[in-house]
């Protein structure tokens, strides 16, 4: 273990940490975009209405003021109290390093941590260089600066350990999540996870085995796959979570740019220039702030007006001052649909030009009868669907309404703005694709923009609002390869992750041969599988899956056939509480150091190094690898050919910076640098030097207007769609089309019948399904949609232990006030929520910015389960999410079905609960 005395003395000091913070979280919690606390009272709530954008902002605004008064108060009172505290416990001075926020939000900020005596004691964001529009600082949210507390909080996992009543012949899974704990040796927990590995791969073959690990899916992933693909291979899995229904092959069924993007928005510093911004199911400023809220924060200066879609009016909404258009979770199709109906009743070409009618028939097939594509298998068309031509349901913005809960007056209004007039960047986030029956979203959204020619020309987009996409272009930053080989898996069995623990259960599955993110479904084959071994790394393969509930069951019933769980863990999560042997591993600020994906935008690009010595016993995944491999007799010099330190190595050598239209290397590289580091390397000129660049943590790129690094999306192909087809089967944008129909419908998943074209659908779990009759309005067992928003404390389950962030930010239930009150329920009150899959208890939040009708259930909480009572205390999202899925096998995150109740006994909340612990201290 590698610590010095600062910790002592810090524990010695007098001051509080939980005193320091009454001081101050109030305020910050107010500061951070309104987002924790502004919508807090029952007393004070925001307009319900429709209309709801301006009173809502005002009072928002109002909120942020006072807020940001108090926290100017706090903050001095708060300065000089850590100043009396340093003074108080420190003998030496520290050093800043690089410390990355390593989660994967989509921001990837820029950290420092001032370190003394092994000991991160404070922290900053980028102040590397002036901040700009041109050359912004890439600076991180509250999650960032309370990142120390990953490495140095209660939960911490310090040595290698076993539950007490589990042996390879006793494996005891009934005692799983209640057994008691026993610290046990490297060389003990090596030598038991060998043994058990064996005994699966000699008894049971290498299908039995599965490997739930991050980085990859299917092939690829963790460093633990290298050890278990050399003994046969591994069961794995695939997901949509991060895109939805956008995680297909989009590109050649509808010809989108990629393989799950909508398509990229314009550069940055072009978006001021359009008129109007729609965010389509986004709230970055609690997912992925950074330079995303920042370039949304310019163009509102520059005069740029929003609307936003979505079940609640979010922070960022609030932020923009956005016009609001609420919408039922799920029903985001229908309410496009309706949009689009208005567009074509509105649209006159002299008089109010809506349609871009030369783009729809010049770069689209599908739209009407006039432009199909070759390959159409029907006579149907977009353009007469709309029109009710095959079902006498016109989809009228009447139609519409009732179903998405959008006023008609509302739809025609926006059908309106994003006509062809105006310049408008149509965004949308994931959300509205993580949800039954979302296939026809990406369809829709495109179908939409291709209406008002929203593509191909400056101040004009049809894009996806998240990540990279928000700033079209050149990547002016790359990193290199680490050099580690990945062992080919040789086990086919891939499961989807809304069956993945039924198909434990019960031993069978549907196998669709999903190759990776973005690949097709092929037609299902059922398959029997057993799994007998689990191995976790770098994943959340409990309480990130769907079916949760039933996860937990299946791994803890007397008679399960998972005789081992093996995870890598650093801090004590659900995974961790759950498994039979934990390894401690280092986090990153622990490691040698690695670039930071370049996918979080094109303009920079984050080297971290080592923070701190590696806390306690822990070891990185790699010496975990290496150390089974040895055991089991491996090669582990073959498996793992290179040294940490020379992978991170390989990706400073090997990393490019765009200039003077090429790619050159970034990092010069001396004979000394390869002396001192110790490594294998040649040497090189480069932009910046290497231990400069491991001393700064990132490098970026300045921009300028025209500076020949932006593109615009569509733009070769709406000049000419013959010499620069998209990869469908028309060349064009496919409105309609046959591949999209033909693979979804063959799937066996779902049992929905798509169209070519975009329809409305109804999936198990919808809107439409918290009726008992739709027709009649007739409300069901389960009256209420759920959704889960991304929250501000959290990055998906990661950072729930926080204990800061638990006290600076609540874990609500959101209820609207029309809702709440018809229940008697008040903001604070402790609330049950419920539905076929699970049961969870959460305290509300009472606020006017939810829509009726919808519960928001934030993402990520670690799961607590109560088995007197059947619930779920934490309050946990997956836990009432089961396999509610549809054809492409999405997860549907948000339009679940459930109902709410009071709850009989008053919880205590969860910062007030304290952290779990493995209790062997």
Not at 140 to 168: T, V
Not at 671 to 694: A, F, M, R, T
Request: proline share 4%.
């Amino acid at each position: 273990m590698k610590q010095g005395n600062l910790m002592e003395r810090i524990q010695n000091a007098r001051i509080s940490r939980r005193d320091f913070l009454k001081s101050t979280a109030a305020a910050a919690a107010a500061v951070t975009l309104a987002g924790c606390t502004q919508s807090g009272s029952s007393g004070t709530t925001l307009a319900e209405t429709s209309g709801a954008g301006t009173s809502a902002a005002a009072t928002s605004a109002a909120a942020t003021d006072a807020a940001t008064t108090a926290a100017a108060e706090s903050g001095q009172m708060a300065e000089a109290t850590i100043r009396a505290t340093d003074k108080a416990i420190l003998n030496e001075e520290g050093e800043w390093l690089p410390a990355a926020c390593w989660h994967n939000c989509g921001g990837r900020c820029m950290n420092y941590a001032y370190v003394v005596d092994n000991t991160v004691l404070r922290m900053k964001s980028d102040d590397s260089h002036e901040d700009s529009w041109e050359y912004p600082q890439q600076r991180s949210c509250l999650r960032g600066h309370a990142q120390r507390m990953q490495i140095f909080g209660a939960d911490r996992i310090k040595y290698p350990m076993k539950r007490k009543n589990w042996s390879p012949d006793e494996p005891h899974p009934e005692l799983r999540g209640k057994d008691e704990w026993e610290r046990i040796s490297w060389d003990e927990a090596i030598e038991l996870a060998a043994a058990a590995l064996k005994k699966t791969y000699d008894t049971y073959g290498p299908k039995s085995v599965m490997s739930l690990a991050g980085g990859g899916e299917c092939n690829g992933g963790g460093r633990s796959r290298n050890v278990l693909n050399s003994l046969g291979g591994a069961v794995t899995t695939w997901s949509t979570s991060s895109c939805g229904t956008y995680a297909y092959p989009w590109d050649k069924m509808i010809g989108l740019p990629s393989a799950y993007d909508m398509g990229l928005a314009e550069d940055r510093l072009e978006m001021p220039k359009t008129e109007l911004i729609v965010l389509h199911g986004m709230n970055s400023g609690w997912s992925a702030s950074a330079l995303r809220s920042y370039t949304l924060m310019k163009c509102k200066e520059a005069g740029v007006k929003f609307i936003a879609i979505g079940p609640d009016y979010n922070a960022t909404a609030q932020m923009l001052d956005a016009d609001w258009i609420p919408v039922n979770g799920g029903t985001d199709t229908a309410f496009m649909l309706g949009v689009a109906y208005a567009m074509l009743e509105a649209d006159d070409p002299e008089k109010n030009p809506l349609i871009d009618w030369d783009f729809l028939n010049r770069c689209t097939v599908g739209f009407d009868a006039e432009h199909m594509p070759a390959d159409a298998k029907t006579n149907e068309n977009f353009k007469d669907y709309l029109l009710g031509a095959y079902d006498d349901t016109p989809k009228t913005p009447e139609w519409a309404e009732k179903i998405c809960g959008a006023p008609a007056d509302k739809i025609r209004w926006y059908a309106e703005q994003i006509g062809m007039k105006k310049k408008v960047n149509l965004l949308h986030g994931y959300a509205p694709a993580r949800c039954a029956g979302a296939e026809d979203f990406p369809q829709m959204f495109m179908t939409l923009g291709a209406m008002g020619g929203h593509m191909g020309k400056e101040g004009h987009c049809t894009a996806c609002g998240y990540k990279n996409q928000m700033n079209n272009g050149k990547t002016l930053v790359t990193a290199g390869g680490d050099g580690i080989p990945y062992v080919k898996n040789e086990v086919d069995d891939c499961i989807g992750d809304t069956e993945i623990w039924h198909a434990v259960d019960t031993g069978k599955y549907n196998f669709n041969n999903k190759t990776g993110y973005g690949a097709a479904l092929s037609p299902a084959e059922p398959r029997e599988i057993e799994i007998h071994a689990i191995y976790i790394e770098d994943k959340s393969g409990l309480n990130g899956f769907t079916c949760l509930a039933e996860g937990l069951k299946t791994i803890t019933k007397k008679d399960s056939t998972v005789d081992v769980i093996l995870t890598n863990s650093y801090n004590y999560r659900l995974e961790a509480r759950y498994a039979d042997i934990v390894f401690p591993v280092t986090t990153l600020w622990e490691r040698e150091g690695r670039p930071m994906s370049v996918t979080m935008d094109r303009e920079y690009m984050i080297f971290t190094g080592k923070v701190v010595e590696p806390q306690f016993e822990a070891k990185s995944d790699q010496e975990v690898g290496i150390l089974l491999a040895k055991k089991l007799g491996l090669n582990a010099e073959e498996l793992y050919p290179v040294s940490e330190k020379q992978e991170f190595f390989n990706s400073l050598q090997g990393a490019t910076v765009y200039e003077d239209g090429d790619y050159a290397p970034l990092v010069t590289i001396t004979e000394e640098d390869l002396k001192e580091w110790g490594v294998e390397g040649e040497v090189q000129e480069g932009k910046i030097g290497l231990n400069e660049l491991c001393k700064q943590g990132i490098y970026q790129v300045p921009r300028k207007e025209n500076d020949g690094t932006g593109t615009i999306a569509y733009q070769a192909f709406r000049e000419d769609p013959e010499a620069n087809p998209t990869a469908s089967a028309s060349g064009k944008l496919e409105i309609y089309s046959q591949a999209k129909a033909d693979n979804l419908n063959a799937t066996g998943i779902g049992g929905i019948e798509f169209k070519p074209y975009p329809s409305h659908v109804f999936a198990e779990e919808s809107y439409e399904s918290t009726f008992s009759d739709f027709e009649k309005q007739e409300k069901g067992e389960y009256p209420y949609l759920a959704w889960n928003p991304h929250y501000l404390r959290r990055t998906h389950s990661i950072m729930d232990s926080n204990i800061w962030l638990r006290e600076v930010c609540e874990n609500p239930v959101f209820l609207s006030k029309k809702d709440a009150d018809e229940k008697g329920v008040k903001s604070g009150d402790s609330v049950r929520i419920w539905n076929r899959f699970g049961s969870v208890v959460r305290n509300a939040l009472v606020s006017g910015t939810i829509k009726p009708g919808m519960v928001g259930i934030p993402h990520g909480t670690w799961t607590l389960m109560d088995e007197k009572s059947g619930n779920d205390l934490a309050g946990t999202d997956n836990v009432l999410c089961g396999g509610s899925t549809s054809n492409s096998g999405v997860s549907g995150y948000n339009n679940y079905t459930c109902d709410f109740e009071k709850y009989a006994e008053q919880m205590e909340s969860d910062s007030d609960r304290g952290i779990l612990t493995p209790g062997l201290d």
